[in-house]
């Protein structure tokens, strides 16, 4: 079973206490940064659209700031975030520097 599919057996608030003061800025903030799990994506945008997602694994997940904008987060092989693909003006708005 994929991690991030697994069911939630512990206080979300515990383990993001846990992690990084720039990761934990950028889930508050409802924004990602490199370096960030699946799982951290996750608490900061939600899911992905599942019919433009059909598989969390994917090294890339799509998505939408309104309906004419999209983004997409980019992971790398080990499954940190690498970079935010999208029109100029978009990244600042959906990742922190």
Not at 63 to 76: A, G, I, K, M, N
């Amino acid at each position: 079973m994929s991690p991030v599919r697994r069911c939630i057996t512990e206080d979300p608030k515990v383990k993001l206490a846990g992690y990084p003061e720039k990761t934990r800025a950028a889930i508050a903030a409802m924004k990602v940064v490199p370096g960030m799990t699946r799982e951290q994506v996750l608490m900061a945008l939600g899911y992905p659209i599942s019919s433009e997602n059909p598989k969390l694994e994917a090294p890339v997940w799509r998505y939408w700031l309104d309906t004419w904008t999209e983004y997409q987060v980019v992971f790398d092989t080990g499954g940190a975030v690498d970079k935010v693909v999208a029109d100029p003006a978009v990244p600042s708005r959906v990742s922190l520097p």
